[in-house]
């Protein structure tokens, strides 16, 4: 594979006695999905049974393997070779397609108008910016079924809060830097919150348990509050000050 | 009589002090890393997979782990026990609890545990196994995602719980101890092996080598997820990378300088820089030792990681 400016790129890094990151880029772009999408179907594929967990993120994929069924060097060969004519997968990386119904409110996304300060945008302005975009599901990790996504317009990046929340909402939508998400869970957090969906993100009872994958795509499609209780949605407000 | 995950099961043991902390474990979580799913299992693979052999189960079934202690159980009925890792000063009906070793426990008498002696971590394996319902094909508890456990919900052990076990296996274990020089003292400073990450080079001045010659303190912030040693500031060109898959032992520098080593719940993706992995032996020894214990980092070969990791599956009957 070639891409350009990479010049020591890919490389096979270790990560431990069971683990092997491969590094395929070194920035956050959308153009990485089809590589590392292709990249994680051929471990699937060439380490099977030593398979344990693969885990692709921005710019990387962890391979991690059963040492005692291949050999730490003979996985870094096996990945070696499936690297050498490693093509990108533009079908399977075009991923799913979510649209997320999210109530843009300051009851529950409470940090709306300190964006809109800090862009110089109205709130209106903001909402439109934030459910104009379609995002790409970059990686899942900080919980289960928590995704990454990007990359927002840069007019609406905001610095995380100086101080995180102790308690951020289920299903709460955020922003930090040139990123957003929506909190599966009730975390600790301190990306801005400006509304909250009512998809449900990470099912215990559904096959699968996360909505979203790796190279999926995303898109908040703004909905009021009576909709947004309609679909099963909590309009609980967020504690004043929190 | 319920059926768990298809295998008949029976009340064992039921809770009547809960300790701080006391969580089911199997081997972890695998396979869901990809969703955000942390990997769970136990803290110390050692002292877990040594209980489970000396009660006579296979690699994997499910085991308590007890923390720092305070557990206290009362036998449903008859069965056949053995508590591997920590000295938690167990007692049976009072009496000392023979630790590393098969103990028979009759209906009615109560299993404790107190506070530590030796170690921090405690695993009780019953002949039989625990059984709980897996969640994503494991039962492991992390109580910080909600999932696994006797509950499913990720919920520690509560009073008045009553565990499940299986049935009937077990009852005839043979008498077989532990080879004493497999036992540990971890109270004695410990050497954890490490094998060099990527990031390593990217470390300046003194900073290297002072990771493998200081002596480094065990934090009182250690937990499941992560362990952070305290001692010389390690200074590195990067500051932040863009998050990457993380790895069991993984240890990590963020800007204060102040390594990280990463365990079992651990987030499944990170961007700190790190200076490399404790070998899975390393992070279970790492994760008995107790808050201002001495340790130190000794970078260790994959050969020798290797060799040693399949001498220890290998003594406890797994490989």
């Given at each position: 594979m070639s891409r350009g400016?990479?010049?020591?790129?890919p490389r096979i890094e270790s990560a431990g006695l069971d683990a092997w990151l491969v590094r395929l880029f070194d920035r956050i772009d959308e153009a990485n999905l089809p590589w590392l999408t292709a990249l994680t179907r051929r471990c699937e594929a060439a380490f099977g049974?030593?398979?344990?967990d693969l885990v692709p993120s921005y710019t990387t994929l962890l391979v991690v393997f059963d040492p005692l069924r291949l050999a730490p060097q003979a996985a870094r060969h096996r990945l070696a070779q499936l690297l050498q004519d490693l093509a990108p997968d533009e079908n399977a990386a075009a991923g799913e397609i979510h649209e997320l119904p999210t109530w843009y409110d300051a009851s529950v996304g409470p940090d709306l108008a300190r964006v809109a300060e800090h862009t110089g945008l109205s709130v209106e302005a903001v909402i439109d910016c934030h459910a104009g975009t379609d995002y790409r599901v970059f990686a899942l990790g900080?919980?289960?079924?928590?995704a990454f996504m990007?990359?927002?317009?840069?007019?609406?990046?905001v610095p995380r809060l100086e101080t995180p929340r102790q308690r951020v909402p289920v299903n709460s939508v955020a922003i930090a830097g040139r990123q957003t998400a929506a909190y599966p869970a009730v975390t600790p957090g301190g990306w801005n919150l400006l509304g909250r969906t009512?998809?449900?993100?990470?099912?215990?009872?559904?096959?699968?348990?996360?909505?979203l994958r790796v190279g999926d795509r995303v898109r908040f499609v703004p909905v009021d509050r009576r909709t947004f209780e309609s679909q099963g949605?909590?309009?609980?407000p967020m504690e004043a000050g929190r | 009589m319920t059926v768990v995950g298809n295998k008949y099961t029976v009340i064992g043991f039921r809770v009547t002090r809960a300790g701080p902390l006391a969580l089911l474990q199997d081997a972890g979580r695998f396979g869901?890393?990809?969703?955000?799913?942390t990997q769970g299992g136990p803290a110390d693979l050692h002292g877990w997979a040594w209980a489970n052999r000396l009660a006579g189960n296979a690699w994997g079934t499910p085991a308590l782990e007890v923390t720092f202690g305070g557990l206290r159980l009362v036998a449903e009925r008859d069965l056949t026990v053995a508590v591997a890792g920590a000295d938690l000063g167990a007692t049976l009906e009072g009496e000392p609890l023979a630790l590393w070793r098969p103990v028979r426990i009759r209906e009615g008498q109560t299993l404790a545990f107190a506070t530590?002696?030796?170690?921090?971590r405690a695993y009780l394996a019953v002949a039989g196994g625990f059984r709980a319902e897996p969640v994503l094909g494991s039962v492991s508890c992390v109580v910080r995602e909600g999932l696994g456990g006797f509950d499913t919900r990720g919920g520690k052990l509560a009073e008045g719980d009553r565990l499940a076990v299986g049935e009937g296996?077990?009852?005839?274990?043979?008498e077989r101890g532990m080879?004493?020089?497999?036992?540990?003292?971890?109270?004695?400073p410990a050497r954890l092996a490490l094998l060099p990450?990527?990031?390593?080079?990217?470390?300046?001045?003194q900073s290297l080598y002072r990771a493998f010659n200081a002596a480094w303190r065990v934090d009182d912030r250690a937990d499941r997820m992560g362990v952070r040693l305290t001692g010389p500031r390690l200074l590195c060109r990067?500051?932040?990378?863009i998050s990457e898959g993380i790895g069991l032992g993984a240890v990590q520098v963020p800007p204060d300088g102040q390594p990280i080593a990463l365990l079992?719940?651990?987030?499944?993706i990170g961007g700190y820089p790190r200076l490399g992995a404790l070998t899975p032996l390393a992070a279970s020894r790492l994760a008995q030792c107790l808050p201002s214990q001495e340790v130190h980092l000794v970078a260790a070969s994959r050969e020798h990681a290797l060799a040693e990791h399949r001498h220890f599956l290998a003594s406890v009957g797994q490989g």
């Open positions: 400016a990479a010049m020591s790129l049974e030593a398979l344990v900080f919980a289960p079924g928590f990007g990359l927002l317009d840069a007019r609406l990046e009512s998809a449900r993100l990470f099912d215990r009872d559904r096959d699968g348990f996360s909505l949605g909590d309009a609980t | 869901v890393r990809r969703l955000g799913v530590p002696v030796n170690g921090l296996s077990g009852a005839s274990v043979a080879p004493e020089t497999a036992e540990i003292d971890y109270r004695q990450g990527a990031q390593v080079g990217e470390f300046t001045g990067l500051a932040s990378m079992n719940d651990r987030q499944t």
